[in-house]
């Protein structure tokens, strides 16, 4: 069985994050998406609160999985029996971090391959601190995020979750 493991902070997931996933899905057996703590980025989520959006997001998903993990990325790959690591890419900015990581990753595993996923392009400016900063100005995050995202963000920064999740009134 041929298993890719997608990291990433998700904090919050947005529909990028969730097209990367799905598309990644549709080309490996099983997909487990690993939610990294990083308590240094200082979350606007704890791991608990992204795990269950990103369950609810993928719950008609059956080959995709979420679990948190807090090691070297290459000792989670092991854990869940992957040889593929796949990122997703919105600039170059991105591609040269992740050229870097896979660098890493590779002189301590030959093994497993990291694999570039090109974002699709309505979402190649999306990030979640974007919408953290959109939200925490009152901003409309419709078509960003999942709807259980959006009620999520808006409760935490006090938008407009009385106008409904996705913020129209």
């Known amino acids: 069985m041929k298993v890719a493991l997608c990291p990433g ?5 947005t529909n990028g994050h969730l097209d990367v996933i799905l598309r990644t899905a549709s080309q490996f057996d099983k997909v487990v998406v690993a939610v990294a703590a990083n308590p240094e980025k200082l979350p606007l989520f704890d791991v608990e609160e992204r795990l269950e959006m990103l369950n609810e997001c993928l719950a008609e998903k059956d080959n995709v999985e979420a679990v948190a993990f807090d090691c070297l990325l290459i000792d989670m790959a092991r854990q869940v029996g992957s040889t593929a690591i796949v990122k997703g890419l919105r600039a170059m900015s991105d591609f040269e971090f992740e050229f870097q990581m896979s660098q890493f990753n590779r002189q301590m595993a030959e093994d497993i391959e990291t694999f570039l996923v090109m974002a699709s392009p309505e979402y190649t400016y999306l990030s979640s601190s974007g919408i953290k900063e959109v939200v925490s100005y009152g901003g409309s995050i419709d078509g960003l995020v999942p709807e259980g995202v959006a ?8 938008g407009p979750a009385a106008a409904g999740a996705s913020g129209k009134e």
């Open 9 to 13: 902070s998700f904090d919050p997931v």
């Open 151 to 158: 009620r999520r963000l808006y409760d935490k920064f006090g």
